[in-house]
């Protein structure tokens, strides 16, 4: 509507709380299907994935488990576990949480719908082949690319389809003013392909030579955490956190703050993971100096979202979706700061090559990442299938099962892995040790993985009722805690969930 | 921050810079690296990897190897790898510059494989420990590579290369176990492991 | 006024991919009857608050930034290619390693995990009926002549060790080590795992490499068993005499490294 004609309009705060839903309802109904099936293929993935993750956990600690099956060998196991949770599932959550933050907060319906779908579905065939050539024995040993060669080219093409979506409804935005959340996601689409494609390129399809594949091998790999999945957090959190809260967010130089110095400083940081390693000392120190540097994003971040949500924490016993992001927005400040310290040189001497740094991935990825994509889903999916959530007993059952095995899998890890370094870097110790040191703790991480597949589990059961219309329809919102209590305490304007 | 271009410039600057700093730089620095050559016998540092190494190269990245062992030796005074006896120096850049993929590693659930070669030259170890790795190191949790070696009837004498297993791990009287050219190549590969040339860069 | 409220709605459902739902949307002007709850009860949009940023985050990053910027100065090896070591060009030789190299037990431990664990194990238990044990093995204590030439021309075909027969390929290591180094890791398995043998200097080492000669082909056990007794530089006499005086130290040594 333009302002001439909004001039003429005789405006009533239901007039103008009824006009925006009727356009946001427009919008939604433009992401409903393309953002459907991202989700729907992505929890897919991820119970691949978590099936894949118990297999090689319990490879680790009992090496006879399906030992004479080539095709699961540790080697590719894990491998598989760590692709089809990069490429199924976190990629892909997070492009169906953009495009339908993209849409709505540039206020206009998402741009060809039908070819997303397409792309989605090159994308997954893309992944698929991808699994099963890495277990059936054409993996790359190069960290996070390790599906065969053939696969990068499709997931390049379906990605820049996917962007060009996403980029031409941004420039159709009908809001003036570029919301935080958007600056993020324009970033982590921009930055994505161009990583993926140098990244292929330089050490799969013209290698460049020897310790070079290492340093953009590392370049990438961080960086997909760093400029891909973090953008996607963030933009999420800062969308979700006030729209639930009903606040403003805190400070908008505190976000401009914490954008710039993110994109400039997480960059640069990724050869930290090769401390001690053969590479000239000043590419090492650039990159130290630059992870120590993400303490200044961070913190900017974490002071923004805390001052958002002061005095109203007492929400997260209510919305699942505040509950679930909170805890990833807590889990992003303490996997930052543990990664600056981490990227230290006396404290990598102790922690590289280790369970530690295996803990500390875990962190990133799952409690801060996953977890903000779990919040984002339990806000984003009854708006695009017009049905609440079956059951707030098994979303509570979800969340403690996931937080609670995620904590697990990191303290005895951490545990596990600081004492394996120290007992590394004493000769004096045989390292057959360490190998029967770490073996309790490696145990204790099969149990938390099985904690993080039965939460798995009852996400897509609730995923696919959800989907199917299943259970009584209603129009509450479904609310951990006691709805009474929780009615009492928001008033009659506005719902957190 | 509501100009777009403005947006998008940004965007584009902050990541140029990394990958200034990260990939295009280091490429002019590092690219050209030569082996090195002694003067006395002619002889050049590192060799390019060839003929079953090279297939070896390919199981060992195929079976993910590199997910448990390292290949890179720190200095000296950062932690032990020296102690330990993985190397007699630090590697560095000239060391891999035939390797492809470079297979540094990041995880030590297993040794330093870097100096493997000279550490444990013996071919018949190595194809015991990759059939069960028990065998020769009780209490490893190493994965068994068995599906790499054949078992087959011995028809007349047993072959050369058949492994001599321990009475604990011994298979059925009349049959042997073999290994396959993979299992040949994986350890062609692994006896090629010998970076112990001094080169000048290493010693700081 | 020429347009309707009713015109002035977004449509709820503008894309054709639900067409039998488009047509129902038609009712009240600003009606929201018809869309699902989540949407009608939704706050607004968010909005940016305008706080300052708090003087003492300025400090903290300026700080920071000037750490930064000096430890880059500090480590950055001069930018050069070359430059491995990032304290190479301030502050010379990192420490470490030089008293070891004294001290022929712990050199002899260091060699003996490069070149000798993998089969022996770091125990010196071997493995069984395949890499027999050093630990209270006859061989590793007894001659010092039997115990050199395996080490420097290796050892095949069947061998009894503590009553036990083992079968095995023992490489030759003459080529590849030095006198020192040799009498360094078998000084260092005569003295570890509780054997308590003297320890054997370069010179013998040396001496015996002499009375090999160039023979290259590998020891049987009958062979060793049947050489005749010879008489080593600095004699059993000499080694045992020392031994009572060096013995209490090494084994200090070992126990508090372990």
Known sequence: MSDAVAATVEWTPEKRRAYFARERAGIDASTRLPVLTFFAASVFWLLVGTTLAIIASVKMHWPEFLESFSWLTFGRARSAHLDTMAYGWTAQVGLGVSLWLIARLARAPLRWPRLLVGAAGLWNAAVL???????????????????????????????????????????????????????????????????????????????????LQA???WWFAHNYLGLYLTPIG???????????????????YLSIIGFWALAFFYNSAGIHHLIGGPMPAWLITYSIVASVMMLIPVGTVAINHHMTTVNHFRLVLYSPTLRFIVFGAMSYTAVSVQGALQSLRTVNEVSHFTHYTVAHAHLGVYAFFTMTMFGSLYYIVPRLTKWEWASARLIRLHFWMTAGGIMLYFLSLTWAGWYQGQMLNDANVPFMDIVKYTLPYLRTRSIAAVMLAVGHLVFAYLFVLNLLHRGEPRRDPTILGDVKEYRDMIGSEGAPQ | MNHGPLIFLGVFFTFASSWLALVFTPYVQLQHLTAAKSGETASSYPRPI???????????????????????????????????????????????????????????????????GVRQPSVEWHHLHLYNPRITSPGSIMPSYAF????????????????????????????????????????????????????????? | M??????????????????????????????????????????AEPRDGFEPVPPWMSIFYGILLFWGGAYMALYSGGFRPDVYNEKAIYFGKPPGGADEKAD??????????????????ASGQGAAGKFPPLAGSEWVLGSPSVLGRILLNGLQGPVSVKGETYNGNMPAFGGRLKDDEIASILSFIRQEWGNSAPAITPEQIAFIRDAVGSRSDPWSADALQSLPAEELPGGDAAAKEENSSTEGSTKKESSGGT
């Open chain 1, 129 to 211: 082949a991808g699994a099963i050539g890495v277990l059936g024995g054409q993996m790359q040993s190069v960290e996070w690319l390790e599906f065969p060669p053939f696969v990068a080219p499709l997931l390049a093409l379906a990605f820049v389809v996917i962007a060009m979506s996403a980029l031409t409804t941004f420039g159709d935005r009908q809001e003036g003013h570029i919301y935080v959340s958007q600056w993020y996601l324009f970033g982590a689409l921009f930055w994505f392909p161009w990583l993926y494609v140098v990244a292929n390129v330089l050490i799969l399809f013209q290698p460049v030579r020897g310790v």
């Open chain 1, 215 to 217: 340093s953009v091998n």
């Open chain 1, 234 to 252: 963030l933009a999420s959190a800062y969308y979700l956190i006030p729209k639930v809260i009903g606040r403003p967010v805190y400070s908008y």
């Open chain 2, 50 to 116: 060839a003929g079953l190494a090279l297939v070896g190269q390919r199981v060992y990245s195929r079976d993910g190897c590199m997910y448990c062992h390292t290949q890179q030796v720190r200095p000296e005074g950062f932690g032990a790898d020296f102690e330990r006896g993985w190397g007699p120096r630090r590697t560095v850049a000239r060391d891999y510059i035939y390797d492809r993929p470079v297979m540094l590693g990041t995880m030590r659930t297993g040794p330093d494989l870097a100096n493997i």
């Open chain 2, 148 to 204: 790499l070696y054949r078992k087959q009837k011995i028809v007349g004498q047993p072959s050369d290369d058949a492994l001599e297993l321990p009475e604990e791990y011994a298979i059925e009287p009349g049959y042997e176990i073999v290994p396959t050219e993979e299992a040949r190549a994986l350890v062609a590969y692994l006896l090629r492991q010998d970076r112990t040339y001094p080169l000048p860069e290493a010693e700081q």
């Open chain 3, 2 to 43: 020429s347009l309707s409220d009713q015109d002035l709605m977004p449509e709820p459902e503008p894309n054709e991919m639900d067409p039998s739902k488009q047509r129902r949307e038609t009712g009240e002007p600003f009606n929201v009857q018809d869309l699902h709850a989540p949407i009608i009860r939704e706050q």
């Open chain 3, 104 to 121: 022929p037990i712990a050199v002899g431990r260091r060699l003996y995990t490069v070149n000798c664990a993998a089969c022996h194990q």
